[in-house]
């Protein structure tokens, strides 16, 4: 069973900066993918940014250019930076642990969300 933890979300003025983190921990074999997904009011879940075992990445079109997901491994951590913030990126930011467990299933797990308000 895997644990995520998130972090770093919070008001920032339009143009400016957050950084989100999201450790998992627990018991598991391997953590294949890691992700961000957010979700603004009135609107569906969106992905934002993943990034894989081997530090592949895949980007919405709409934050390519200004946010950027990265890993810790031995950490078991995922960063968003996000840079050049506006209005538009207001959300619920929903980290995500695609992972491997001792039993060899493949599962998926969810964080708990953390708000990002983005003000002009």
């Known amino acids: 069973q895997v644990q995520l933890v998130e972090s770093g979300g919070g008001s920032v003025q339009a143009g400016g900066s957050l950084r989100l983190s999201c450790a998992a921990s627990?018991?598991?074999?391997?953590?294949?993918?890691m992700g961000w997904y957010r979700q603004a009011p009135g609107k569906q879940r969106e992905l934002v940014a993943v990034i894989n075992s081997r530090d592949n990445t895949n980007y919405a079109d709409s934050v390519k250019g200004r946010l950027t997901i990265y890993r810790d491994t031995p950490k078991n951590t995922v960063y968003l930076q996000m840079n050049s913030l506006k209005d538009e990126d207001t959300a619920i930011y929903y980290c995500?642990?695609?992972?491997?467990?001792?039993?060899?299933?493949?599962?998926?797990?969810w964080g708990q969300g953390t708000q990002v308000t983005v003000s002009s």
């Open positions: 627990g018991t598991f074999f391997s953590i294949n993918v």
């Open positions: 995500y642990a695609d992972y491997t467990g001792n039993d060899w299933r493949r599962r998926l797990y």
